[in-house]
């Protein structure tokens, strides 16, 4: 059973997202907040495996909300629930250290399929946040010459990494490159450790800043 807490200020969407939650066979929403003000204190007894984190939220926002989950409960997985026009805080939270960024207008379908894909090592990010991220990096940085060397990832590791940089998912990936997920798990963990980063995110963060990709 996947544990999973909801963070959002806005009571009606707790409910849907709680409601959504219980019609899962496989998943429980063991908690519903409206801000992080009480995040560890909330969790301490029964950390939930996968929170659903709001970046706007009076008090201890969504961001707090990230780095407070990434000290203290670094075991859980998060998933930002965003808008389109929110370039800053999506920057913000991708460095804090978030899993995922799923749209708020996505689907049902889209946010369980994300949850599922989180708990299972993937790192769920519509291509449409995937672009923006891009085109927030390509506004903030001046290329200059390739690092491709810089961490001595191999062909098929830069291969991959530009594929987690669009926002392809671990299945996608293994389809693009004719290899199984099992590998591209595999490569996957060896970016982490040749990186120095622990999720995603962080290596797509260091991958677009260092241009590797």
């Known amino acids: 059973m996947i544990k999973i807490a909801v963070f959002d ?110 708990v299972n090592g993937g790192a769920p990010m519509t291509p449409a946040i995937a672009r923006r991220v891009l085109e927030y990096f390509s506004k903030k940085n001046v290329k200059t010459k390739s690092n491709k060397d810089l961490y001595e990832l191999s062909k098929r590791e830069i291969d991959i990494l530009s594929c987690l940089v669009k926002g392809y998912s671990q299945k996608m990936i293994a389809s693009s490159l004719f290899i199984s997920p099992f590998t591209v798990n595999n490569h996957i963990k060896n970016i982490y450790q040749k990186m120095h980063v622990h999720s995603v995110s962080e290596a797509v963060a260091t991958a677009i800043q260092k241009n590797i990709v």
């Open 9 to 118: 200020d806005h009571k009606d969407r707790r409910e849907a997202l709680k409601l959504m939650i219980s019609l899962q066979h496989d998943m429980d929403c063991i908690g519903e907040y409206e801000d992080c003000s009480n995040l560890v204190v909330n969790m301490q007894n029964n950390p939930p495996d996968v929170v659903l984190m709001d970046i706007h939220m009076p008090g201890t926002d969504g961001i707090a909300g990230v780095k407070l989950l990434q000290q203290y409960f670094p075991d859980t997985y998060i998933i930002m629930q965003t808008v389109f026009e929110d370039d800053e805080n999506l920057f913000s939270s991708l460095l804090a250290g978030a899993h995922g960024y799923i749209l708020k207008k996505a689907p049902n379908e889209k946010l369980i399929a994300g949850i599922h894909e989180v």
